[in-house]
């Protein structure tokens, strides 16, 4: 599956932005997604998941109650809605494909950059 991310920018700290991932599947409706973010020198870390049919989201605590995930299965989209925005956040942002629904991401997208000041 092909994903390609977009909305990155840059923003002031307690903005708002909206990413979006778009996936080449036809079996989107089966997969499970996620959204991972690396800042510079650090390791890549999970932000958020959602199951295939796009119920039980699941958040890192340092971004819970500021980022929704949200996954529309007839578009073939993911979503991160992320609110008041700290400079903590500040890092490359991808999604990620689980085809067994087992925290096990087999596609990656190319990631959109976000910087929050």
């Known amino acids: 599956v092909q994903l390609v991310e977009s909305g990155g920018g840059s923003v002031q700290a307690g903005g708002s932005l909206r990413l979006s991932c778009a996936a080449s599947?036809?079996?989107?409706?089966?997969?499970?997604m996620g959204w991972f973010r690396q800042a510079p020198g650090k390791e890549r870390e999970p932000v958020a998941s959602?199951?295939?049919?796009?119920?039980?989201?699941t958040y890192a605590d340092s971004v819970k109650g500021r980022f929704t995930i949200s996954k529309d299965n007839a578009k073939n989209t993911l979503e991160l809605q992320m609110n008041n925005l700290k400079p903590e956040d500040t890092g490359m942002y991808y999604c990620?494909?689980?085809?067994?629904?087992?925290?096990?991401?087999?596609?990656w997208g190319q990631g959109t950059q976000v910087t929050v000041s």
């Open positions: 990620a494909a689980d085809w067994s629904c087992r925290s096990d991401y087999e596609s």
């Open positions: 599947t036809s079996g989107y409706s089966h997969i499970c």
């Open positions: 959602v199951e295939d049919d796009g119920t039980a989201p």
